[in-house]
Structure formats: structure tokens, C-alpha cells
């Protein structure tokens, strides 16, 4: 496998992370990390490199990573261990130029943005003595031993996060500043529909749904439809943002996407807790509507005017997705919420709360397989009821288990 292989397929599987490249098409910085997390970087927020180096063995593991000032205090660390000769390669070899490319990506791996990235000579300096002698570094697969040393990398960076046997590695971060954006627009054709995801877009909202419609569109084709409508006394009226629909299951989605572009910068984390969690609550108020209007029988159409055919019998999904679950604050009253609207006798239906980096890992797992998904979500409902809490994670393929805060 080359390198570019090896990469596109980290990438595809990573929730986020980063990446040195060298190659025949020269040398670049790649990221990988949430929307919300993107529009910051590109809102030109502070933004550090960071690099680890682990001398608990003969030959040190070597960590890269990067930290996105999105929140002041609350700030997104991406990190990762180096496997191969080729990664520390890059970093040297890009060390030793004045300045890179830089290309980022969304959750749908779309490349999303461009920027260049200048080091001050002082920083090259600092990251090339850091880095050493690279054929002295450790390569191999990513082992237990190696997650030990990541575990312990993102301990000595973050406090936080400390497990169990987790000790300081030596470590290193420069600053950076990104220049010369290019954000890009990607166009994505449907079977029924044509939608643009532009992540520079003050209109965030209709991004959000956007990149929903997309992540969806493969998965279900002709069956998902973006702000399907039922008619009222004069006109219409949006039944929900997405609704997919298989041959055993109905999907109805709110997108609720939290603002960076139009957003003071000094908001404080309760604050931005606090209006996401009125967001949810709306949403799921929402969801109930929906799902009341399909139990009825009411008829669905779509955003032409056309009649959208399905059975409406079934017990649909009602998902609230977020672009960020925010890991901080009391998310107990919205778990009251949920499992509320799931009691009625009269109505049922299932509820989700989710991110869109979640969202992706459930679309990837189905294998364009509707059922499977509409499968891995009754396992989800089930973690959620059992383990009352909001942060669920996918572990190695199968059933969420509960996630942590962190």
C-alpha cells in the first residue's frame, strides 16, 4: 500500500486527526476535524502544531498534533502517533521549507478549504532539533503499547485527560497562522436534488442541512428528501428538515447547527451550552410534530410538489442532530426529554441525540445498507434507555457504549 492509499483510507476511517505528507505531488499539511472546528480555523483562531516524543522505549515514539483555539479555554486538541519512516520523513522535509500547503476536511471528508501555513525560522529550528535523528524513531502498527503512548501524549498536553499508568512525554508546540484561505465549493448531485456545501456560508443552517442531504444521499438514493412539506390552508409547511425513508423504516432529522461566523467570541461555554440545549429541546418538540403528522397519515410532499409514498405506519426515528455536542454541562433534563417522548402510548417513536462526526460513523457502518442503519439506531435507543446519558460511543464496529466527556 502507498502512501496516498494508506492515507485516503485514514482519512475515510479517522473521526479527525492529522497528517504530514510527502509525496510525487509534493508536500503538504492535511486535517481532518469538525465543521464547527473548521469555520473557527478559517475565522483565523489561534492555532498551534504540537508534536510529542515518548523515551519510554529504545526508539522513541514520535506524536504529531494540532490545537484549534475554536474556544479560548476549551480549545480542540487532534492528535495521533507516527507508524512510518515516510511520516517522520515529511515532517523533517517540511520543517525545512518556509512554508506549506494546507488542505482541511469536513466529516464527509470533503476537502473543504485551502490555506498556506509560513514558520517563523526560530519554530524550524525548534521542531528539526525536536525531531532529531528520524531513522532513531519508532515505527510499526498501532499497537497497545503505542495507544499507552498516545493516551500519555494527549495526558502531558491536557491534564484532563488522565488515565490509568498515563505519564508526561517530552513535548513541543509552535504557533502558526494560517493565510491565503480558498474555501471551497463542493457541489453535490443527487438523485432528486442538487445541493452546494460552501463552509464559508453566513447562512450556517442551510449548510448543516446540506451536508445531512449528502450524507445521505448514497445511503438511501431516490428515498431522502430535504424539507419535505404538508399542505395547510394556503400553502405548505416543513414537516422537518430531512426525511429518509427504507422499506422497513422512516428517518426524520433536525439539524440545529451552532454558529461561529455570526456569534460574539467572548460567549462563555455555559452560555454556549445552555443555547444549544434549548436548541435540542425545540427540536425534539419538533420531532413529536413530525412524527404525529406521518402517524395521521397526512400527506408528505416534496420540495417540487410531489407526493412522497411511504409507508407511514412505522415507528420512525426522530433524530436531533447538532453539529457539536458540546461535552460540557447537565445534560440530564434533556435525557428526561427524550425518553419522555418515547413513552407515549399514542405516539411511538424512537429519539437520537448526535453530532454529525457520530452521525458519519453510523452512515460508514450501515454499508449502504439502510436496514443495517436503521438496526445500528434501535441498538443505540436501547444504550441510551439502559445508560441514560447523551455521549454514546461506537466501539470497534458495534453497539454504542457510553462515551466519555473528555
Same mark, same amino acid.
Given at each position: 500500500? *502507498?502512501?496516498?492509499?494508506?492515507?485516503?483510507?485514514?482519512? #475515510?476511517?479517522?473521526?479527525?486527526? =492529522?497528517?504530514? #505528507?510527502?509525496?510525487?505531488?509534493?508536500?503538504?499539511?492535511? #486535517?481532518?476535524? /469538525?465543521?464547527?472546528? =473548521?469555520?473557527?480555523?478559517?475565522?483565523? &483562531?489561534?492555532?498551534? =502544531? +504540537? %508534536?510529542?516524543?515518548d523515551h519510554k522505549r529504545k526508539n522513541p515514539i514520535f506524536h504529531t498534533g494540532i490545537r484549534i483555539y475554536d474556544d479560548p479555554i476549551h480549545y480542540v486538541n487532534l492528535t495521533g502517533p507516527h507508524r512510518y519512516e515516510e511520516e517522520h520523513a515529511a515532517v523533517e522535509k517540511i520543517m525545512?521549507?518556509?512554508s506549506t500547503p494546507l488542505q482541511v476536511y469536513d466529516e464527509l471528508n470533503i476537502c473543504v478549504a485551502t490555506a498556506e501555513v509560513a514558520f517563523a525560522v526560530s519554530d524550524q529550528l525548534k521542531v528539526?532539533?525536536? +525531531? @532529531?535523528?528520524?531513522?532513531?524513531?519508532?515505527? @510499526?502498527?498501532? *499497537?497497545?503499547e503505542m495507544r499507552h503512548s498516545q493516551d500519555c501524549f494527549d495526558f502531558t498536553l491536557d491534564p484532563k485527560c488522565k488515565t490509568e499508568r498515563t505519564y508526561s512525554i517530552q513535548s513541543l508546540a509552535v504557533e502558526v497562522k494560517p493565510c491565503s484561505w480558498n474555501i471551497i465549493k463542493?457541489?453535490?448531485? @443527487?438523485?432528486?436534488?442538487?445541493?452546494?456545501?460552501?463552509?464559508?456560508?453566513k447562512?450556517?443552517?442551510?449548510?448543516?442541512?446540506?451536508?445531512?442531504?449528502a450524507s445521505l444521499e448514497y445511503l438511501f438514493n431516490y428515498k431522502v428528501f430535504k424539507s419535505p412539506a404538508c399542505a395547510i390552508l394556503k400553502g405548505t409547511r416543513e414537516v422537518t428538515d430531512v426525511m429518509a425513508y427504507s422499506d422497513y423504516g422512516i428517518f426524520l432529522i433536525e439539524a440545529k447547527a451552532m454558529g461561529i461566523f455570526n456569534v460574539a467570541t467572548d460567549k462563555t461555554m455555559e452560555k454556549k451550552v445552555s443555547t444549544l440545549q434549548k436548541q435540542v429541546v425545540k427540536a425534539i418538540d419538533q420531532l413529536v410534530g413530525a412524527a404525529k403528522k406521518i402517524r395521521e397519515g397526512e400527506k408528505i410532499f416534496d420540495k417540487k410538489?410531489?407526493?412522497?409514498? %411511504?409507508?407511514?405506519? %412505522? #415507528? /420512525?426515528? &426522530?433524530?436531533? =442532530?447538532?453539529s457539536e455536542l458540546l461535552p460540557f454541562g447537565d445534560w440530564k433534563p434533556i435525557v428526561t426529554e427524550m425518553t419522555k417522548a418515547m413513552c407515549s402510548k399514542d405516539l411511538p417513536l424512537f429519539m437520537h441525540l448526535m453530532d454529525l462526526k457520530e452521525f458519519m460513523q453510523y452512515v460508514g457502518m450501515a454499508q449502504s445498507n439502510p436496514d443495517r442503519f436503521d438496526d445500528l439506531l434501535l441498538h443505540r435507543v436501547d444504550h441510551l434507555v439502559e445508560h441514560q446519558t447523551v455521549y454514546l460511543q461506537i466501539k470497534q464496529g458495534v453497539a454504542p457504549t457510553p462515551g466519555t466527556k473528555s
Open positions: 500500500m *502507498d502512501s496516498g492509499e494508506r492515507i485516503y483510507k485514514e482519512l #475515510v476511517h479517522e473521526r479527525a486527526s =492529522l497528517w504530514y #505528507v510527502s509525496d510525487e505531488y509534493g508536500m503538504k499539511i492535511m #486535517v481532518k476535524a /469538525p465543521s464547527n472546528t =473548521l469555520k473557527a480555523l478559517i475565522n483565523r &483562531c489561534k492555532v498551534e =502544531l +504540537l %508534536f510529542g516524543k525545512n521549507l518556509s528539526l532539533n525536536f +525531531l @532529531g535523528n528520524t531513522s532513531s524513531l519508532h515505527t @510499526g502498527e498501532f *499497537d497497545e463542493t457541489t453535490v448531485a @443527487g438523485v432528486q436534488d442538487v445541493n452546494s456545501i460552501h463552509l464559508g456560508d447562512d450556517e443552517g442551510s449548510v448543516f442541512e446540506n451536508q445531512i442531504w410538489g410531489n407526493l412522497i409514498t %411511504f409507508n407511514q405506519t %412505522f #415507528v /420512525p426515528h &426522530c433524530i436531533v =442532530l447538532v
